[in-house]
């Protein structure tokens, strides 16, 4: 079956501009997560999902982060007034449930590059 | 709050030889613990969890709450090995803390 997608794969765009950052998770999958990947380091949790819910935001880094997941199923990463330290691969991922023993599914990745 | 380290950004082992990349949390619960791998090109996938206890490519890793590890070893290390290994946590609360990965080059 389809795996998890993630729109677009690139993001090129100025400071100070917004941007949509998309994310299509494997379906039945009820838990989704956005992590934020800078060169030489590892996923950085920013929020997850359970279903329509964010279960956990505390990794958003401020508040021009903002997601949503309005029918439990594709989810949209918001950013505000974009920064050039906001340039990253941005990964979602999603999971059967929030049960911690289960596997995420990782997207592909949306490389912003904020100039 | 929790805390992973993968102490080698970088291992180079010769293919056949035993390799083994470090891994150490620190979480004051009891923790789900888990191995991701990216190839080359691809996305990031499990390799193996704790709880399984399985055996995936010839991969183990073993948890040692004394120490807080959760290193991955296998005996004998072939090219296709070659990619990049995460270390992750999970809390009971859902949420997912990654170490920063460990390149592994395997050598002819």
Known sequence: GAGVSQTPSNKVTEKGKY??????PI???TALYWYRQSLGQGPEFLIYFQGTG???DS???NDRFFAVRP??????????????????????????SADPYNEQFFGPGTRLTVL | ???????????????????????????SGSPELFWYV????????????????????GFTADLNKGETSFHLKKPFAQEEDSAMYYCALNTNAGKSTFGDGTTLTVKP
């Open chain 1, 71 to 96: 029918e439990g199923s594709v989810s949209t990463l918001k950013i505000q007034r974009t920064e050039r330290g906001d340039s990253a691969v941005y990964l979602c991922a999603s999971s059967p």
């Open chain 1, 54 to 56: 964010a279960a956990d």
């Open chain 1, 19 to 24: 941007v949509e950052l998309r994310c299509d």
């Open chain 2, 38 to 57: 990216q190839y080359s090109r691809q996305r990031l996938q499990l390799l193996l969890r704790h709880i399984s206890r399985e055996s995936i490519k």
């Open chain 1, 27 to 29: 379906s039945g999958h």
């Open chain 2, 1 to 27: 709050a929790q805390r992973v380290t993968q102490p080698e950004k970088l291992l180079s082992v010769f293919k056949g030889a035993p390799v083994e990349l470090k891994c150490n949390y620190s979480y």
């Open chain 1, 59 to 61: 990794g958003l880094p």
